[in-house]
């Protein structure tokens, strides 16, 4: 009889044992991520930290979101300010305010990707990339890129997502825009080609006329200097004498160099 009674309460026991392991009130946060327990549907104001936590079974559920900083590579299709179309593929790398998950939950739930995150981010490109050209936003592309990450760490941290980064790998215009912007660059590449041509051909004029000026006036200077010495004459000729004395004298022709002396 003593040993019935004795065997209720280990029977009790090993039920409890077995009631616990059954039900799981142990439950773990990994690395990286935080906890959030709902008693009764109600949302604890708490995020639980990394490690092992306790719940009541049947009267709290338990939920972890990742708080490591995630990467999406992702596309989206916008309009330009002069109306072309462009397929914008982008880079983002996000993580969740740690402290503050459990708000997150309690406001969105599990899928903020999708409720949150996208449209914030897709509503910001078009956003931005509608302020520029299609062709301006080519060589504009880091400051439409910092514009954006801007505006999506201010309108995401208040739904407590903080973007670390975002880049715009590739701008994709369609092929009819691309060949135009592509005629419209070797058009301007040969039209300035053609300016620095008349540039050069101007300058190589103006030198001309700059060396025809000089001369003349080199000329001109000789001329008045020849017409007032007479020995200037005579040395000028002798300047360009050949050596050789004429062969045929007129009547009242004058020497080649008067050998008279000065009186």
Known sequence: MEKKLLGIPVAIFCLLVLFIIMCNPF?????????IKITLGEVQNESLGEGLHTIFPFVQKFRTMDVKTQRNTLETQVYTKDIQTARITYVINYNLQPDSVYKLFREVGMDYESKILTPV????????????????????????????????????KSNYINVTDFQMTEIAYSKVFEQAIESKVTAEQEAQ??????????????????????????????????????????????????????????????????????K
């Not at 990339?129 to 309108?155: F, P, V």
């Open 27 to 35: 439950v773990m946060v990994g690395p990286g991520e935080r906890g």
């Open 121 to 156: 981010v897709e509503g910001t490109i078009k956003d931005i990339i509608g302020k520029w050209n299609a062709q301006d936003l080519i060589s504009n592309r880091e400051k439409a890129t910092s514009d954006i990450l801007q505006k999506l760490q201010q309108q995401l």
């Open 193 to 262: 080609r053609a300016k620095n041509k008349t540039v050069q051909v101007q300058e190589e004029a103006r030198q001309k006329v700059i060396a025809a000026e000089a001369e003349a006036r080199s000329m001109a200077i000789r001329a008045q200097a020849l017409s007032q010495n007479k020995s200037l004459v005579q040395y000028e000729a002798v300047q360009k004498w050949d050596g050789k004395m004429p062969q045929y004298m007129l009547g009242n022709s004058v020497p080649f160099i008067n050998f008279s002396p000065n």
